[in-house]
């Protein structure tokens, strides 16, 4: 195996190569800062430029793109508060809060930093899971997804500072999940007869909406630019530091953020904003201080960062060992795969160990240079958020429609977006809490699909579930969440008599 | 008045420019693909276009064009909405794109008024087991008395195909599970492999391997040959109503298309499937061609119709609320 790791890395080192990995890292880079457009369209880009390459080049420039999108993706959900890319959402959290601190620098410096760190943990977690892959996903049933989406549910009153407001956007986000032909019952539900609604409503025109237009409305009714501190002081490269630095105090956030990225990138279909999260909530929830979180805590775009790099590594487990695509991404991947006569399945992995591990390299390098151009060019792009409102708010919301529009060439997603960014500027303007919505959003037609299928396997008889393990390992984890915060009042209680 | 003379003379150019238009095709030719990028319909026309091009004329380019959503019927509906004038095609889903019709499902197009240029893919079915159960043959199989299918959901080609087979077996009577929902064919093997279910159905193609790999068990094919040693067909097995069983891609444009324009694009057609570039970029793409032309295809669209209007009754969802 280590011979395949050598020989890959000399590969890889080959000029010609080194150039086609630069390219797919800088593609990646600029299609990740775009909202909108993101990796599946870059992919699907330069799939007709691989036509003449052999399959090892082919990976390498497609490597380049997946390492990078979602590190470019990061600077815009930190500078505009709209996700460059899905699993950049949850960074929005606490990173637009830091940007209009005039932190911006240290945001972008710490998600990077913990993007590479976490994009590297992934490729190392991937190439120990190769050998017992197959294992993994056959791992993971219906009663385990659904439990897995549970949990993410669970998370929800963490995320919300006020129980009932966060309860009421996450029913919403359930009830817009339902939109759409259920094709278990076989019935289209809350479409009106609109044919748009069929499909259900793509996660990434609603994202724009609510992030990127309503904060583009909050911005005109109070006029002036995003970050409020003086700003000459605050950008430049001393901030992109201090957020390194950042990234390198919590490492433990890193360590458990890849975790949570390369496990949840395994499961297909669920993907790297399941993933980014799963591994939000699961640091506010582990965290001591929770006070500053959603208000600006550095470990609020750790978390979501690190884990959203290091599921591709996950990710191409399915993908490779069977065939699966987890995402749009992966799907596209899968093509270019075929296209250069590799095809994918269990003998792939032992078939090609080669390609397969510049694949890795490739990832795995592209994380880390993708990282280090994005520092070096962060005094400059930071400088966005100085920008006057008048010339910001048409530019930003003229790059989401034409984002939403180009995601699926329809005009249907314009509307979605604009729509939700009404809804977005509404929820702010009463204090609902956006999060809630969203995670049930992304989690909802994965729990409804697996709970049915749970019911239809065990003939409607639930009990027969507890003889799987990974739902009664997951099953205890709820609980745990759930008892945590009455645990933690019971014990602050009994210390407080003592006092 | 000296305007209005240039515009008169510049209308009447166009005007007799285009009625001395070029014969079909001066312009590009687009595929609908009614899917995202990268399944099967779309690496199909991908490989196909190209060449297609060529064949139809020297500046033809074919663009192939993805416009997905409403399980394919948006693509289609587009397609057969379109003007006839042979610059938009799409690539259809037969039986799959059939279906709502027979179901009785409110469908905007008519499959059977299109104009077909012809079929370029043909796969047929294997009915498949657990590769460690110890079901080997299709008189085990019913033999057991819990039967559950793992399947995709409900309006595709895949569950309407199993549910015709539970039927020509007999396996209907044994009330099965349908465990419909899996988000495709290669997750619905995943989950046959995993134990979700018993049984499953899958196009050969997506099959193969695992049955190479010996995760799966082959104990039946539709068609009448049967690419794996020692798996009989279903008419071998006794059950020869289950031969027609298959999944097509095949080519069409609106209805009512000039016969000249058809011709041209038919005649293109049959040089394409036959051309050695298009075949080497089939087989890079796996790719299962069995070509036929435009007229047969149209006859075959009809005895589908009639094949899956005789199994209507099985086909309501198992699963409805």
């Not at chain 1, 395994?266 to 965290?287: D, E, K, R």
């Not at chain 1, 399915?318 to 250069?340: C, D, K, N, Q, R």
Request: aromatic share 8%; glycine share 12%; proline share 5%.
């Amino acid at each position: 195996m280590f011979d395949s790791v050598f020989t890959a890395a000399s590969y890889l080192a080959d000029g010609m190569n080194l150039l086609f990995l630069m390219l797919g890292v800088v593609v990646g880079i600029i299609f990740g800062i775009i909202p909108g457009l993101g990796g599946a369209t870059a992919i699907a880009l330069l799939l007709p430029l691989t036509f003449g390459m052999q399959a090892e080049q082919a990976i390498t420039l497609m490597g380049g793109v997946m390492g990078a999108v979602t590190i470019g993706g990061s600077i815009t959900a930190i500078l505009l508060n709209t996700p460059g890319t899905a699993p950049n959402a949850a960074t929005c959290f606490d990173g637009y809060p830091l940007t209009r601190q005039g932190k911006a620098g240290m945001a972008i410096g710490a998600a990077v930093t913990a993007s590479s760190v976490g994009g590297v943990i992934g490729a190392l977690i991937l190439i120990m899971l190769l050998p017992v892959a197959k294992n993994i996903i056959l791992f993971f049933g219906p009663p385990a997804y659904f439990m897995l989406a549970l949990l993410g549910l669970t998370a929800l009153t963490a995320a919300s500072s006020n129980l009932l407001r966060g309860l009421i956007g996450a029913c919403l986000g359930l009830f817009i999940g339902f939109v759409g032909y259920d094709d278990l019952g076989g019935v289209t539900r809350y479409t009106g007869g609109v044919d748009y609604l069929w499909d259900g409503l793509s996660i990434v025109p609603v994202l724009i909406g609510l992030f990127a237009i309503a904060e583009m409305l909050k911005l005109y009714v109070v006029g002036g630019s995003i970050a409020k501190s003086d700003g000459a002081t605050s950008v430049g490269v001393s901030g992109t530091f201090e957020g390194i630095k950042a990234a390198f105090r919590h490492f433990k956030v890193i360590l458990s953020g890849s975790a949570i990225g390369s496990v949840i990138g395994t499961v297909p279909g669920v993907g790297g904003t399941v993933a980014s999260f799963l591994s939000y909530s699961f640091t506010v929830q582990t965290s001591k201080n929770k006070d500053e979180f959603g208000k600006g805590d550095i470990r609020g775009v750790i978390a979501p960062e690190a884990s959203n790099n290091a599921k591709d590594g996950g990710a191409l487990i399915p993908t490779l060992a069977f065939g699966i695509p987890g995402s749009a991404e992966m799907a596209l991947f899968l093509g270019v795969l075929v296209l250069h006569g590799m095809d994918p399945g269990p003998m792939l992995l032992l078939e090609r160990e080669f390609t397969i591990f510049v694949l890795i390299l490739a990832l795995l390098a592209a994380t880390v240079v993708s990282g280090i151009i994005v520092l070096l060019t962060a005094r400059y792009l930071i400088k966005v958020t100085y920008i006057d409102s008048s010339i910001l708010i048409p530019s930003v919301i003229v790059v989401s429609l034409v984002g939403a529009y180009a995601l699926h060439n329809s005009i249907g997603d314009v509307f979605a977006a604009a729509f939700f960014g009404v809804l977005g500027y509404l929820m702010h303007r009463f204090d609902y809490p956006r999060i809630t919505l969203v995670i049930a959003l992304v989690l909802g037609g994965l729990m409804e699909r697996n709970y049915f299928q749970t019911s239809l396997m065990y003939r409607g008889d639930w009990s027969k579930a507890f003889g799987d393990t990974p739902f009664v390992i997951l099953l205890g984890l709820i609980v745990l969440a759930l008892l945590m915060p009455l645990i933690a009042k019971a014990i602050k209680r009994k210390t407080g008599q003592k006092a | 008045m000296k305007l209005t003379t240039k515009i008169l003379s510049v209308l009447c150019l166009a005007v007799g420019l285009s009625f001395n238009a070029h014969a079909f095709p001066d312009e590009d030719v687009s595929i609908v693909i009614p899917y995202s990028p990268g399944g099967g319909f779309d690496r199909a026309v991908r490989a196909f276009a190209p060449q297609f091009g060529e064949h139809l004329g020297a500046d033809v380019t074919v663009l192939p064009r993805n416009v997905p959503g409403a399980g394919g019927r948006r693509g289609t509906t587009m397609v057969y909405r379109a003007d006839p004038d042979g610059y938009t095609l799409g690539i259809i889903n037969l039986p799959g794109f059939a279906l709502p019709r027979i179901l009785g499902e409110p469908a905007e197009y008519d499959l059977r008024e299109m104009s077909w240029i012809g079929r370029i893919e043909a796969q047929t079915y294997v009915l498949l087991v657990s590769g460690s159960s110890d079901i080997n043959s299709v008189k085990d199989l019913q033999a057991l008395d819990e039967i559950t299918f793992t399947s995709t959901g409900y309006g595709s080609t895949v569950l309407a195909a199993t549910q015709i087979v539970a039927r020509g077996l007999g396996l209907q009577e044994k009330d099965p599970i349908y465990l419909a929902g899996y988000s495709g064919t290669s997750d619905s093997l995943v989950a046959l492999v995993r134990g979700d279910g018993n049984v499953s159905m899958a196009p050969i193609s997506s099959a193969a391997k695992y049955v190479e790999s010996g995760d799966l068990r082959a104990l039946a094919v539709t068609g009448d040959s049967s690419p794996f040693e020692g798996v009989p067909t279903f008419a071998e097995a006794g059950y020869p109503e289950l031969t027609p069983l298959d999944l097509q891609r095949a080519l069409a444009g609106p209805p009512d298309m000039d016969p000249e324009i058809l011709k041209a694009l038919r005649e293109a057609f049959n040089k394409t499937v036959k051309d050695p570039k298009f075949l080497e970029a089939a087989q890079k793409a796996r790719m299962d061609v069995v070509p036929l032309d435009g007229e047969a295809t149209a006859k075959s669209l009809k005895e589908s119709f009639e094949f899956y209007e005789k199994f209507k009754a099985d086909l309501k969802n198992p699963n409805a609320l």
